[in-house]
């Protein structure tokens, strides 16, 4: 997923051999992307998100988190710009409605909206419009859940590093995320790190609510509310 709302060239290319090249740069930490996806979906169940009402997965690319989110909420949409990342995604999850035209999302509508790894696609320049884009999805009172790399963290710098659909991958810093939801409207806006122990220390992960404050958590979760 780069800009947000032009077709991107670049992920058609990526759509098939995504999920391989996917595994070959999470190795490190011990885990398959099952993992992570099962951790996400952690993440929401923590913020006590309300299941019955609809999510937007924003940059779906070949729509991995949709099929998981699918499994608890009532009624996911995917969004994503490349044509071929969508087609995989709707062939994979047919219970998820999925577009590549961002005309197509319907303003008001959702009730929480999830960018995960999709902002250090976007160009600097334009994260305040995709992220405003996203606020004029939200139902009044939604939150914005953005899931992104955390540059504090080495392992995370170099996996990024190794990741082919990641060579135009600019990181976002803690601060600058949060101003650009701040920038962007919404308020209640807060960061947490996450994402602390790989699976050789998989017994400790049950600490990781408390270390929310500890920068060097290998992701960010950074949460924002549109007002009303």
Known sequence: MADASEPNTKFD????????????????????????????LGCLERLGVDFSRPLLDYGCGIGNLSHKLAER?????????????????????????????????ENGK???AVLSGVLHHVPPSE??????????KLAPGGQVVIFEHNPWNPVTRRAVADCAFDDDAILLWPGELRSLLRSAGYAEVRLDYIGFFPRPLAALRGLEPRLKWLFMGAQTMTIGRKPG
């Open 127 to 136: 994260r305040v419009q995709v992220l405003t884009t996203v606020r004029e």
């Open 110 to 112: 959702f009730a929480t």
């Open 13 to 40: 290319d990526y759509a098939r051999d995504y999920d391989r090249l996917l595994e070959d740069s999470i190795q490190a930490s011990g885990e398959s992307k099952e993992y992570f996806l099962d951790y996400k």
């Open 73 to 105: 909420f009532s009624r996911v949409e995917g969004y994503d710009p490349s044509p071929e990342s969508i087609s995989v995604a709707s062939r994979r999850s047919p219970q998820v409605t999925f577009h590549h035209a961002p005309d197509a999302l």
